[in-house]
């Protein structure tokens, strides 16, 4: 499943073992799927997705200032562009259904499992490279691909989150993941060369990705805390 989005997200993502797990079959993402996650738990999710999504796009903002390359470029500018203008956009149609305002979404309050998450990414970008932004981003870029992809399959059809898994399994968003993935293999093969495994920064660059991974685990517990 992995390989769609590139040898690089293919590579970590074996790395990552049983957290890569832990974060796409987590017991929220099962309540997606069969339709058993309490829709508080959802709305809550929700809200602090969005301001995920925004320092996201920060993120991949500050990916246009570490490129080397006008692909790079412009594969960062379109994503910030898809995060702003679309993936937001549709935290806010499902909250106004539930009576939550744009604004009250903007001033909520942020979660420390988002604080440490959000911030860990930005920091990866600030004193790191491209390609450490790059391995901070790639979890949540590739996993929502690989979860929506999946539970597409897998859903119930009576789910009451089928939305959700629509917006993430669609071919939209998957091709935004394959360009992602063959833009960072480029990135990775311009930096680290051919057998970027066996570069020095190559375990650095693995716990980037697993850290981020872990921090993935803990924004889905989040949400079911919040029961």
């Given at each position: 499943?992995?390989?769609?989005?590139?040898?690089?997200?293919?590579?970590?993502?074996?790395?990552?073992?049983?957290?890569?797990?832990?974060?796409?079959?987590?017991?929220?993402?099962?309540?997606?799927?069969?339709?058993?996650?309490?829709?508080?738990?959802?709305?809550?999710?929700?809200?602090?997705?969005?301001?995920?999504?925004?320092?996201?796009?920060?993120?991949?903002?500050?990916?246009?200032?570490?490129?080397?390359?006008?692909?790079?470029?412009?594969?960062?500018?379109?994503?910030?562009?898809?995060?702003?203008?679309?993936?937001?956009?549709?935290?806010?149609?499902?909250?106004?259904?539930?009576?939550?305002?744009?604004?009250?979404?903007?001033?909520?309050?942020?979660?420390?499992?988002?604080?440490?998450?959000?911030?860990?990414?930005?920091?990866?970008?600030?004193?790191g490279d491209f390609l450490d932004l790059m391995a901070a981003l790639a979890p949540c870029v590739f996993g929502y691909a690989e979860i929506g992809a999946r539970l597409s399959d897998e859903k119930a059809d009576d789910t009451a989150y089928g939305d959700w898994i629509a917006t993430y399994a669609s071919a939209e968003y998957q091709d935004v993941c394959k360009a992602i993935g063959q833009m960072l293999d480029g990135a990775v093969a311009r930096r680290l060369g051919e057998t970027p495994e066996t570069s020095l920064r190559w375990a650095h660059l693995q716990t980037r990705f697993t850290t981020a991974t872990r921090l993935e685990v803990n924004f889905w517990q989040m949400g079911l805390d919040y029961v």
């Open positions: 499943m992995a390989a769609p989005y590139g040898n690089s997200f293919a590579l970590w993502r074996q790395g990552a073992g049983k957290h890569w797990q832990d974060y796409t079959r987590h017991s929220f993402v099962q309540g997606l799927s069969d339709g058993t996650l309490p829709r508080t738990a959802f709305l809550y999710y929700l809200i602090q997705d969005y301001i995920f999504l925004r320092h996201f796009s920060r993120a991949w903002a500050l990916a246009i200032v570490k490129s080397e390359t006008l692909d790079e470029m412009k594969t960062a500018a379109s994503t910030v562009d898809a995060l702003i203008n679309h993936e937001m956009q549709l935290h806010v149609s499902a909250c106004a259904k539930e009576g939550i305002s744009e604004q009250a979404l903007f001033d909520a309050d942020e979660h420390p499992a988002n604080l440490a998450y959000t911030r860990y990414v930005m920091d990866a970008g600030v004193s």
